[in-house]
T-cell receptor
Framework: QQQVKQSPQSLIVQKGGISIINCAYENTAFDYFPWYQQFPGKGPALLIAIRPDVSEKKEGRFTISFNKSAKQFSLHIMDSQPGDSATYFCAASIGNDYKLSFGAGTTVTVRA | KAGVTQTPRYLIKTRGQQVTLSCSPISGHRSVSWYQQTPGQGLQFLFEYFSETQRNKGNFPGRFSGRQFSNSRSEMNVSTLELGDSALYLC????????????FGSGTQLSVL
């Protein structure tokens, strides 16, 4: 079963709007939470990552918010652009496990 | 710097056959991971190798196997193919630390008929 639950499955946003994707997990041993972006025909590419000792991390227009007590984290895409249209995956891993547990993915469509 | 190279890009096989997929990591990367991506199950971890040693394995049947060579190149093999093995198989390389950034290839699209 999916160890990381991701929602929504898809979303449509107007250019300049904010896209918000949410993820939740149960395993409190997870200590690394990356987000990956995937375009059609390509493999996923790391977008931004966070550790649970940080509540928020921002890189350009992308921000991760992390709520350790609720076991939830989210990706905010500010000022969404058509080039941001892609599938986004949240993921989690445990220390020296060397594997990522991925969410089911969210397809984001940005309308011009 | 060249990225992760996976060959072949597309593959069509019939049930019962076996298949070998190849992955060449980024130069200097010693870790190679394999993931299966399907519309229904998403991205599922298969296994991870570092310096020719398997460090972790996902919940896949024994028909799925892999290996890594001394030059860090990796292969995965699926024997006795089933229809449900149709998927995009992704390889990712990294330097090998616990939270190292994974660099994914474009994958091998396997279709089992």
């Amino acid at each position: 079963q999916q160890q990381v639950k991701q929602s929504p499955q898809s979303l449509i946003v107007q250019k300049g709007g904010i896209s918000i994707i949410n993820c939740a997990y149960e395993n409190t041993a997870f200590d690394y939470f990356p987000w990956y972006q995937q375009f059609p025909g390509k493999g996923p590419a790391l977008l931004i990552a966070i550790r649970p000792d940080v509540s928020e991390k921002k890189e350009g227009r992308f921000t991760i918010s992390f709520n350790k007590s609720a076991k939830q984290f989210s990706l905010h895409i500010m000022d969404s652009q058509p080039g941001d249209s892609a599938t986004y995956f949240c993921a989690a891993s445990i220390g020296n496990d060397y594997k990522l547990s991925f969410g089911a993915g969210t397809t984001v469509t940005v309308r011009a | 710097k060249a990225g992760v190279t996976q060959t072949p890009r597309y593959l069509i096989k019939t049930r019962g056959q076996q298949v070998t997929l190849s992955c060449s990591p980024i130069s200097g990367h010693r870790s190679v991971s394999w993931y299966q991506q399907t519309p229904g199950q998403g991205l599922q971890f298969l296994f991870e190798y570092f310096s020719e040693t398997q460090r972790n394995k996902g919940n896949f049947p024994g028909r799925f196997s892999g290996r890594q060579f001394s030059n860090s190149r990796s292969e995965m093999n699926v024997s006795t193919l089933e229809l449900g093995d149709s998927a995009l198989y992704l390889c990712a390389s990294s330097l090998g630390g616990a939270e190292e950034k994974l660099f994914f290839g474009s994958g091998t699209q396997l279709s089992v008929l």
